[in-house]
């Protein structure tokens, strides 16, 4: 790659003009410099639609505000890119040939494999840890509303019960309790039938000190689900104290 470069730039330097006159590529450390403008495009509008952005995402406009300056690496989003470009090229042509038995033709990782429509590809229980971390929880539960709202369907997002039970369970490991039991709470909302959420805000009431809260808690998860013995015990350890 790095030689490619070289030669590129050399050609460049020797035929002043010419680079600029073919409108070809000047700045590639990635493709290979003889991709055609219409190959190059296309592998564009792919990162585009698997980040959900538009080209001014990466590129720079010029600077009569018409059109985009290419090849400069002024934006730091294209050297970020960049970075991905590589990776996702050591990983479909260094790791995964190394496994066994994979069908043909085999699955390739590409830039959607792990952005699927957004710019940074974190979890739902991810985004919203960090929401409430950044902005509190409030506003990670606005975010819910909103997300489901954008992306409801596009598979960017797991609106799925354990995933939303996983924001509470990491913020009560982080001994946000109160926190937790927003998002508890929400959850009761969206799940009215899940045992898992009503114990899981039993714990957090507890570790809290708030005996009623538990106590409630833990029989609504009763009454859901009479199997849950380890709900019975942590009850039946409340009433006695
Ligand atoms: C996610 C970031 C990203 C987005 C979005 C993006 N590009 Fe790029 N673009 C890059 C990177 C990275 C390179 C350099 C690739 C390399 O080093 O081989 C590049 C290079 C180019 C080049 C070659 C410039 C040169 O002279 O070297 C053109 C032309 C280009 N992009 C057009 C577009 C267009 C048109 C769009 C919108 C449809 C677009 N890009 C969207 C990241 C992006
Ligand atoms: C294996 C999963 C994976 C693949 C494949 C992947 N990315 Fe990423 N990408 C990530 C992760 C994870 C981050 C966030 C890293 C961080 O900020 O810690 C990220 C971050 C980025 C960012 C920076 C976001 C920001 O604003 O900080 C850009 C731009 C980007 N990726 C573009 C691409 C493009 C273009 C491709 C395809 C060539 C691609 N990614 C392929 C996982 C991936």
Redesign the pocket.
């Known amino acids: 790659m790095r030689c490619t470069l070289l030669l590129a730039a050399v050609n460049f330097m020797l035929l002043p003009g010419l680079a600029s006159a073919q409108n070809g590529p000047q700045n590639l450390e990635f493709y290979p410099t003889n991709i055609t403008r219409g190959e190059l495009i296309a592998e564009m509008r792919h ?1 585009s639609f ?2 959900g952005v538009r080209c001014e ?2 590129h720079t406009p010029n600077e009569n505000g018409r059109g985009f300056d290419f090849a400069s690496d002024a934006n730091p ?1 294209k050297e ?2 960049r970075v ?2 590589f ?2 090229d050591a ?1 479909n042509s260094q790791f995964l040939p190394e496994l066994r038995d994979r069908k043909n033709p085999v699955v390739e ?3 959607k ?3 699927r429509g957004t ?3 974190r979890l739902l229980w991810q985004e919203m840890v960090l929401t409430t971390y950044e902005e509190g929880v409030e506003a990670a539960i606005e975010q819910f509303s909103q997300l489901r709202e954008d992306y409801d369907n596009s598979g960017a997002y797991d609106f799925r019960e354990q995933e939303t039970n996983v924001v509470a369970e990491e913020l009560a490991r982080e001994g946000r309790h109160e926190d937790a039991i927003a998002i508890w709470m929400m959850n009761a909302e969206r799940f009215p039938q899940s045992d898992a959420i009503q114990s899981g805000m039993g714990e957090s009431f507890e570790a809290l000190g708030d005996t009623t809260g538990a106590i409630q808690a833990y029989e609504a998860a009763l009454l859901l689900n009479p199997n849950r013995n380890d709900v019975r015990r942590s009850l039946d350890a409340l009433k006695g104290e």
């Open positions: 990162f698997a980040l995402h990466c989003n970020k890119a991905m470009l990776m996702t990983i990782v590409t830039c494999t792990c952005h710019v940074r590809p």
